[in-house]
């Protein structure tokens, strides 16, 4: 046996001492075991890894499956002693995932068995068992001596037996040359000791894996960025069951940004990506700095494919080159769109996008929305809106924007109808990777119906500045984190010479419980005032109203609001809404949800809370798409009015908040 480890260490070229165990029944060690596999297997030998690194081969999975001869049916048996090993052996088993469709002939089955002995032997070693024993019988016979042209049943009896062996712990788990702390808390990265790699601690391969990563990385946050693992030997002491692991790392020389050069572009300046990086000549190196720069570049939608290239070597001079390679899009783009609630009827809204318009990254979008179809059918009592959008990136700092909005509305509501046009214009400013800010100036005339002032007209021009803080992990269907934004609006009214303040602040949150967050809480808080004139001198789109599918489901858009002595709804000048939803995913592509929304307006800019809450409570169903989930709610109103329907029914793209 120790022989036989020898020779696999030298095939493999790496340090994988094997002391020899007492005396066992006939059964070879595990390493011992596959190394001879690989010897008297007449197939290409495949790639084989320890600890997760690739020591030879390639890893094509046509050589595990090659289409030879007929399909050849199996059964296959599991025997393992350990249950929860057991499930984890199942889960990295071709042969077992594979166990309802039939292999590529003999030889796919035998391939497919051979390269089994690989995955299980990855799968023990990833739960700390060094010294197992594995053995894959097709038709009685061990995989690793049969022949490709072996015949074989129909179908073929493949019974798979591991004895896991005992449990390994870590007796030396030394990083040599490990970073010196830091006191930047955004160069700190956690202590391996603390992930597993620590004398005492089950020898898990995963816990080696994340110290050579965390070591490296370590040393990369401060700015040596061709740091690398120069040593890595782990010993197995078969007769003592532990394992001494010694990873050594050469940090090389610390670097700073040189040139930033950018390939594959073709439409879209080079020298002005290159300067939207960030990346600056003669900074320092900091992986972070990479991360977000990929991120801004991503949102410039500019590209189908984009990477960041370090050069191998740090220039003698300290600066490290980098290389950015890029693929673009299409510039043009054209999409169609729609929405239905049994409430507020369906929608259908269209745009045009030039997302380079000028070779900067410019966007240019028109688009045009119409809605309300179902509930009416006649084209005046449809709402309208048609407008353009014009976004230039990269002013002043690669982190402010520019925007520029025109559009024509003509809305009809339960409380009133609006035609309006409305300008605005400002920039946007992303301080970090959750905090943003904006500032915009903002003009609108528009004119209202309604059956409870008349025909009106407004004039208003006013200020729109913003905070977000959003750490969702994912915005479209957050499994955690939190969304806070906080609105503050003044503005002027010509018509009636009327000053006035809107503010609003919004609160959402996030937890999934478990690694994979099957089951997630969500809760959402929003708070508004209005200060300024009576709600008759003000333009009713700034009043306060709630109800919809993104507000109080259950109730019709915009429908919940301050009711007149004359029985009118208007808007008011508070909000509350709050809203709690528990999200269940089912399968990977399905989930359920269960929700309660509630909602007030209020007729002072301080809320009383002298009308009731109107709350609606329902649940729904989730399709997964890579896009975000397809969203069909069904809603109930607690507290129906006349005019309220009692079953609301909502579809839409992406979570409610």
């Known amino acids: 046996m120790r022989a036989e480890s020898l020779a696999c260490r030298e095939q493999l070229g790496v340090d994988l001492t094997v002391q020899s165990p007492p005396p066992r029944r006939p059964s070879r060690s595990i390493v011992a075991a596959f190394c001879a596999a690989l010897a008297a297997a007449p197939l290409p030998a495949h790639a084989f890894e320890i600890f997760g690194i690739k020591l030879f081969g390639s890893r094509d999975p046509a050589q595990e499956d090659l289409t030879i001869g007929d399909p050849q049916r199996y059964e296959v048996e599991f025997a393992v002693a350990d249950d929860d090993i057991g499930k984890k052996l199942k889960a990295a088993s071709t042969l077992w995932a594979d166990r309802d469709e039939p292999a590529s002939g003999a030889a796919g089955l035998i391939a497919k068995a051979r390269g089994d002995y690989r995955r299980l032997l990855a799968a023990l070693y990833a739960e700390g068992r060094y010294g197992g024993t594995i053995s894959i019988r097709i038709d009685g016979r061990e995989a690793s001596g049969l022949a490709p042209d072996a015949t074989l049943s129909q179908p073929a009896r493949v019974a798979v037996a591991v004895d896991p062996g005992p449990l390994f712990h870590f007796r030396q788990a030394d990083v040599v040359n490990q970073a010196p702390p830091t006191a930047d808390r955004h160069d700190r990265v956690d202590d391996p000791r603390d992930e597993g790699f620590a004398p005492g601690a089950v020898a898990r391969s995963g816990a080696v894996l994340r110290a050579e990563r965390l070591a490296v990385e370590a040393w990369r946050q401060q700015g040596y960025a061709r740091a690398e693992i120069a040593e890595r030997r782990v010993e197995a002491a078969h007769g003592e069951n532990v394992i001494d692991a010694r990873i050594a ?72 080159p980098i290389t950015y390679i890029v693929q673009e899009r299409l510039p043009r783009r054209f999409g169609v769109g729609g929405t239905w609630s049994s409430v507020d009827g369906g929608g259908i809204e269209a745009f045009w996008l030039h997302r380079n318009l000028f070779g900067r990254a410019e966007r240019l979008k028109i688009e045009g929305k119409v809605a309300g179809i179902g509930q009416t059918f006649k084209p005046d009592e449809f709402t309208y809106r048609v407008g353009a959008s014009f976004v230039k990136p990269g002013v002043y700092t690669p982190d402010t924007s520019f925007s520029a909005s025109l559009f024509g509305d003509r809305e009809v509501l339960e409380a009133y109808t609006r035609t309006a046009v409305t300008l605005g214009a400002g920039l946007t400013h992303e301080f970090t ?40 992990d994912n915005a479209a269907d957050a499994t955690r984190g939190v969304f806070l934004e906080t609105v503050v609006e003044p503005f002027y009214e010509f018509e009636r010479g009327n000053p006035a303040i809107r503010a609003t602040a919004e609160a959402r949150a996030y937890y999934g419980f478990g690694k994979e ?14 200060a300024g004139p009576p709600a008759a001198e003000l333009p009713p789109d700034l009043l306060f109203f709630a109800g919809g599918g993104g507000s109080v489901r259950g109730y019709a858009y915009r429908n919940i609001g301050v009711t007149t002595p004359s029985g009118n709804v208007i808007g008011g000048r508070s909000l509350t809404e709050a809203s709690i939803e528990a999200r269940m995913r089912v399968t990977p592509s399905i989930g359920l949800v269960a929700f309660a929304d509630a909602g007030y307006v209020g007729a002072d800019a301080v809320p009383s809370f002298d009308d009731r809450l109107r709350v609606g409570v329902g649940g729904g169903l989730r399709y997964i798409t890579g896009l975000g989930p397809i969203r069909l709610d069904v809603a109930v109103p607690l507290d129906r009015r006349p005019g309220d329907p009692s079953v609301a029914f909502y579809v839409g793209l992406g979570q409610a908040f």
């Open 249 to 320: 790392v050469a940090p090389g020389r610390k670097a700073h940004y040189g040139p930033v050069t950018v390939e594959g572009a073709e439409r879209v300046d080079a020298g002005w990506i290159a300067w939207m990086t960030g990346l600056r000549h003669g900074q320092e190196y900091d992986p972070d700095d990479i991360k977000r720069a990929s991120t801004r570049i991503a949102r410039l939608d500019l590209f189908r494919a984009a990477r960041f290239q370090e050069a191998e070597f740090v220039n003698d001079d300290g600066l490290l």
């Open 517 to 530: 967050a099957r089951l997630v809480l969500a809760g959402r808080l929003k708070l508004g005032m209005l």
């Open 433 to 472: 990777e959750e905090l943003s800010g904006r500032l915009f100036a903002t003009a609108a005339r528009s004119r209202f119906d309604d059956d409870e002032f008349g025909r009106r007209d407004f004039m208003t021009v006013g200020l729109a500045g913003g905070l977000t803080y959003d750490s969702r």
